[in-house]
Each structure stands twice: as structure tokens, then as C-alpha cells.
């Protein structure tokens, strides 16, 4: 069984029924960008603001729960996720208390890790059901951005890892553009946005034009 971390309730009054019946399908990750965990907290707990997110993890590894899982948090906004709509409605939110700007610490990333596998247990959510803002709104979001470490959470079984597959002589952007939407990235964008947002997610390293090792990176349809 998953071990449960402590967590510390501060209800957010910033939440609502999950529309038409739906339940959690994903997990969205996200930045604060903000200056510290407690403007975060407040921003978040703020009726005037209306936004939300089930939990915020401090760079210290602390973990308040805003929102209970059940209800519906308002954290992800517009977007789409494999052909989904109403990622509020279909999603459990996390936000982590970083900048932006700067590497996530030890104890928040063990902090989620710990928090994680409870969640996807409760709500039957796989590995390639945990996300990142920006997969499901990309050009509007880059939150959790180029410098979260996916691929720790990939080899704990908790995100879905980077394909390993030959990387193919050529791609173009239509091939590419495929690719994409059978892993996930469906909602709509123009190609450089794309690249971007896919390389964020699964190759933060990767810089400049479309490249065969860009295609190679998307994990395969499942």
C-alpha cells in the first residue's frame, strides 16, 4: 500500500461539485510562480482570485491539502487533454511551490513521490494519467516547466517515460503533429508551440528545429 504523507488541511472555499458525474482521470502538476508557499496558499484560499488546487507541496516538503479529492478545484482552466474537455472536472490538482525559475528541492520531489501513489490508488489514475499544466494548455501554460524532473518520476512508476524507441531518419511536422496527439496532445496549437510543449515534457534539452530524436521521445499510443 502507498504511504500516506502528512498533510495539513486548509480548506479553499475556491471548489465546486465535479460536473456531469465525472471523476479524477488524470493528475495535473503545477508551478506557483510565486514568491513563497504562504502568498501561494493565500492566493489560493482567496474567493476573489478563483483558483485552487486539492494540494500545494512547500519547497520544504510540507503538504496542504486545499480541496478534498471529491470536489471539484479550479487549477487548470482552459484546455484539452486527449480529446478531453473540463480538466477541473477530470482532474486532481497539485500546484508545487517554485518560481519558475529554479530547481524543485529534495524534499518537495520526495514529497510528492510519497503523496502521488495514493492518489493514482484511489482514483484507479495510471502513470500516463499524470501531467503537466502545460500538456493540456500549451502556449497558455508552461507550469511545471523545463526544469521539473519527469524522468524521476517515470522511474518510480509515477509519469509516463519518454520513448525509447529508434529515432527515424526524418519526421515532418505532419508525422510529428500525429505522434503527438496519439500520446496525448490534442489540444490545439500551432507547430513551434507543439515542439515546445512536447519537448517540456519529455525532452527539455532539445532546442532548436523539429528532430527525428524530438518523434522518438513521444511515448507510444496506448
Not at 508551478?31 to 508557499?37: G, I, K, N, P, R
Not at 501513489?117 to 494548455?137: K, L, N, Q, T, Y
Request: charged share 25%; with cysteine.
Amino acid at each position: 500500500m502507498p504511504v500516506a504523507p502528512d498533510v495539513t488541511a486548509q480548506p479553499s472555499p475556491n471548489c465546486g461539485p465535479r460536473r456531469g458525474g465525472l471523476r479524477p482521470r488524470l493528475i495535473v502538476l503545477h508551478y506557483t510562480a510565486m514568491a513563497s508557499a504562504q502568498a501561494a496558499q493565500e492566493r489560493l484560499c482567496d474567493p476573489s482570485s478563483e483558483v485552487s488546487a486539492h494540494y500545494l507541496i512547500s519547497e520544504r516538503g510540507d503538504v496542504i491539502q486545499l480541496v478534498e479529492e471529491d470536489q471539484r478545484a479550479w487549477h487548470a482552466g482552459q484546455g484539452e487533454w486527449a480529446g478531453l474537455d473540463d480538466i477541473n472536472s477530470r482532474s486532481i490538482g497539485i500546484e508545487l511551490d517554485n518560481r519558475g525559475d529554479h530547481p524543485f528541492s529534495e524534499p518537495q520531489m520526495q514529497a510528492l513521490e510519497t503523496l502521488l501513489p495514493g492518489i493514482m490508488a484511489r482514483h484507479d489514475i495510471p502513470a500516463e494519467g499524470v501531467i503537466g499544466h502545460s500538456c493540456m494548455a500549451p502556449g497558455r501554460k508552461i507550469d511545471p516547466g523545463p526544469r521539473f524532473d519527469w524522468a524521476r518520476l517515470a522511474r518510480r512508476g509515477l509519469a509516463l517515460p519518454a520513448g525509447d524507441g529508434p529515432i527515424p531518419d526524418s519526421v515532418s511536422t505532419e508525422t510529428f503533429r500525429d505522434a503527438a496527439r496519439a500520446a496525448g496532445f490534442t489540444a490545439p496549437c500551432d507547430d513551434d508551440t507543439l515542439l515546445s510543449t512536447v519537448r517540456m515534457r519529455f525532452r527539455p534539452w532539445g532546442s532548436g528545429p523539429l528532430t527525428p530524436a524530438d518523434h522518438a521521445a513521444l511515448p507510444r499510443a496506448h
